[in-house]
């Protein structure tokens, strides 16, 4: 129930999420609102609840597992078959600013500090705190490859011929994002069985004008962990934030291992880049 109540919290307020989180004053809600969406929201739950024990019900006794951590931390004792996640875009949503209110009535965090070490946690976006930058700026044994720091080169070229950028650091918010990645990647390859797959969907950004093929890279990344690339599919278009004419994608990255993970990872070997 509680986490109904926290689904309807935007609907019942006066924010919108289009997709980010902002006031919308010209927002009317009824005073019943609470009442009737909770009512709602609880209908839908308990069709779901209804359908799984009827249509699903051979599934119902499936173990399941749901473990709150960081990806890029976490090292699963087990191996899988089939990973599927779709990660944080690159310059993608403040996802703790974005869902702070969930956050806060869920109780994952009580104050602005405990959101704020949340948010540090996580793959990184582009309204992280300047100090989480200068902090990674100084790390050593950083993952990169050639491909990270072209772009990273032409990026800082466009903001100095700019002359302005809102976030100067944007050369090292892009190389934490493939840092990040590699860190949840490389966690995800070795807790794959022979012949299991590792499906990410992701879409490509465009930042200070240089476009950055952030699926190709992941997948690149991807062989260098001794998966394969088995499929690369687009599961859309989209338009860029930064200029509309601009289309990006949205690509369903399939890796495999093939029974090389874990010994590429040992031998230290790495894929050519180009
Ligand atoms: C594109 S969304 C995908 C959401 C998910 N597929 C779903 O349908 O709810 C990316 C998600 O990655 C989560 N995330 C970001 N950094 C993470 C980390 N270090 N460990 C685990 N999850 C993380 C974000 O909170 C966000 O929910």
Known sequence: MLLAFASILIDCSNLKRSPCLGYAPAKFVEDDAPFRLFTAKIAAVAED?????????EYIDTPTEIILA???EYRPPVEYDLVITSPPYMNGLDYV???????????????HQELKQLKDAMVVCDNVSKGV?????????RYSNPWIEHIK???????????????????????????????????VSQAIRPGGRFVLVIG???????????????????????????????ARVRRSGQIRSYRLRETVVTL?????????????LKAQWP
């Open 153 to 187: 080169a032409e990026i800082a070229a466009n903001i100095a011929r700019r002359g302005f950028y809102r976030r100067e650091d944007m050369p090292e918010i892009v190389h934490k994002y493939f840092d990040d990645m590699y860190l949840v990647m490389r966690n």
């Open 256 to 268: 495999k291992a093939e029974g090389l993970a874990g010994n590429y990872l040992r031998q230290g």
């Open 204 to 234: 490509d950004s465009l930042i200070a004008d240089v476009y950055v093929p952030t699926d190709l890279i992941l997948a690149r990344i991807g062989q260098e962990l001794g998966l394969k690339i088995e499929r690369l599919e687009r």
């Open 97 to 111: 600013m974005n869902y702070k209110i969930e956050i806060g009535w869920l109780g994952f965090a009580r104050t």
């Open 70 to 72: 960081n990806s890029m």
């Open 133 to 141: 930058i200068r902090r990674f700026s100084g790390e050593a044994g």
């Open 49 to 57: 609840l209804r359908l799984c024990q009827t249509k699903y019900r």
